[in-house]
């Protein structure tokens, strides 16, 4: 059972932008009590967490992605959003949304992939 499915990824030069949509299977009530996250996974790498963001609006960022990437989320449609922009080729990857505290056991759902070219 996916929680969340991904799309909006695709191929795009670098200095492009892309803008990540992720929906959400669950109802409303659930899914605005939920601290949600995207994640990427590099090929041979390990799945990193790259934004987060709670309900406030509070949102946190790794180093590299700041004043790039904004994550947004609209709880009445049960979205989460990562705007890209200024992409590089080291944002390649396959991106994931999840919360940040489900079960280790939940399933992820089956990404988008974002292909960043020199």
């Known amino acids: 059972q996916v929680a969340f499915v991904e799309s909006g990824g695709g191929l795009v030069q670098a200095g492009g932008s892309l803008r990540l949509t992720c929906e959400a299977s669950?109802?409303?009530?659930?899914?605005?009590?939920?601290?949600m996250g995207w994640y990427r996974q590099a090929p041979g790498k390990q799945r990193e967490l790259v934004a987060t963001?709670?309900?406030?609006?509070?949102?946190d960022y790794i180093d590299s992605v700041k004043g790039r990437f904004t994550i947004s989320r609209n709880t009445l449609k049960r979205t989460v959003y990562l705007q890209m922009n200024d992409l590089k080729p080291e944002d390649t990857g396959v991106y994931y949304c999840?919360?940040?505290?489900?079960?280790?056991?939940?399933?992820w759902g089956p990404g988008t992939q974002v292909t960043v070219s020199s």
């Open positions: 669950e109802s409303t009530s659930s899914f605005r009590m939920k601290t």
């Open positions: 999840k919360s940040i505290y489900a079960p280790a056991t939940a399933a």
């Open positions: 963001i709670r309900n406030g609006p509070i949102t």
